[in-house]
């Protein structure tokens, strides 16, 4: 069993920055790829960012592309999500996740408010 413990969400004014943390349990997370999904007030859980299990290759949602920036350590089996030039709009609960197969695992999420 995988566990996911997400960590660095805080209230931050508009254009600030934060960085997300993700801590795996297990030794699959360096064969996992890895994400970060979000999910704002009566919306839909979106995808945000992801990244490859070596690093070599990351991928953005378009509404977030430029200013944020996703990273990986696998000898501490940790996922980052470093966010620049907050936006209101960018206010959720951020939530990381790891796929490997069949297998898909999520953390218990990390609120953002950008809120001046």
């Known amino acids: 069993q995988v566990q996911l413990v997400e960590s660095g969400g805080d209230l931050v004014q508009p254009g600030g920055s934060l960085r997300l943390s993700c801590a795996a349990s297990g030794s699959i997370f360096r064969l996992a790829l890895a994400g970060w999904y979000r999910q704002a007030p009566g919306k839909e859980r979106e995808f945000v960012a992801r990244?490859?299990?070596?690093?070599?290759?990351?991928a953005y949602a378009d509404s977030v592309k430029g200013r944020f920036t996703v990273s990986r350590d696998n000898a501490k089996n940790t996922v980052y999500l470093r966010m620049d030039s907050l936006k209101p709009e960018d206010t959720a609960v951020y939530y990381c996740n790891l796929q490997i197969g069949t297998y898909d695992y999520w953390g218990q999420g990390t609120q953002v408010t950008v809120s001046s």
């Open positions: 990244i490859n299990w070596s690093g070599g290759s990351t």
